[in-house]
């Protein structure tokens, strides 16, 4: 896998079990855009709520994903709709020593 530039959090503030997502058309979906590298499904403990934890390789990558799927997601379900953008380059040495299967030691 490519080195992540940038990650994502995002998670709606809905209550929908995880077993009642139809999750594969959404997974087709995702892998449209440019620039994820990865994808890690979220389901909150006793709340329900769903979301995800991204890999990007850019910025601008991971804004065109926010803006083009997960934005539109949250109006579709009438839920809000909370978005985290951290850099993984300015904290890379510190999950390599942590042994972060994003970042291979060098």
Known sequence: MAIPHVYVYAEYQVSIPFD???WAPINVEMKKFPGLLSKTW?????TH???GF???D???NA?????????PFARQVNGNLSVRLFDADATAQAS??????FFAPA
């Open 96 to 101: 390599i020593a942590m042994a972060s299967p």
């Open 58 to 60: 850019t910025q601008e």
């Open 49 to 51: 709520s769903v979301g």
């Open 20 to 22: 009642k997502i139809d």
């Open 54 to 56: 991204y890999a990007f």
């Open 63 to 71: 804004q065109a994903y926010i803006d083009g799927l997960l934005t």
């Open 42 to 46: 979220l389901s909150g403990v006793n």
